[in-house]
């Protein structure tokens, strides 16, 4: 999931969308009412897209130096739309299979309606910047601290661990 921010009609929106990058393209979709979509259906839309993925909560010994270690990635760019409806197929079916892998071949495609209905928007990632934890500034600051890891994914989830791991936070050693 990324965050979409856009003006539109003079004030800041934010949303929350999925995403697909393909190549040195990241790729947005939704529906031609969202008003943010059908603001870059016509013309270029200066867009800003972040997408944060939380791996773990750093407990120190003092709430103060309480963290989190997560790795981001922030995106500004113009988004245009994709009007070739091959490129555009294509795109739809990486979303698909983004989400759930070969499941594309698994569907019916998109009927016209359906595909009328959709619009997808490109943003060529020129300068994307990343952040990352750095964990040998983090480890001058605290002395054990605990690592609660926030799985991701299929099956990841922590219902799927026994009882006794769930309460038992990981120590990262320095």
């Known amino acids: 999931m990324c965050h979409v921010g856009v003006v539109v009609d003079g004030w800041p929106h934010v949303l929350p969308t999925l995403h697909v990058r393909r190549g040195d393209t990241l790729h947005l979709h939704g529906s031609v009412a969202a008003r943010m979509l059908a603001a870059g259906s016509a013309a270029a839309l200066p867009v800003c897209v972040t997408v944060s993925l939380l791996d773990g909560l750093v407990l120190a010994r003092s709430a103060f130096h309480h963290s989190v270690n997560y790795r981001s990635v922030l995106v500004r760019g113009l988004a245009t739309p994709v009007t070739d409806e091959t490129e555009k197929r294509a795109v739809l079916d ?81």
């Open 94 to 174: 990486a979303f698909v299979d983004r989400t759930a892998p070969g499941r594309s071949a698994a569907c019916r495609p998109p009927n016209r309606r359906e595909m009328a209905a959709t619009t997808v928007l490109a943003i060529a990632l020129t300068d994307p910047a990343t952040r990352s934890p750095s964990r040998r500034a983090q480890a001058g600051r605290w002395t054990s601290p605990r690592i609660w890891p926030c799985p991701t994914g299929p099956g990841s989830s922590r219902s799927t661990r026994s009882k006794a791991s769930r309460n038992q936070p990981r120590t990262w050693s320095t």
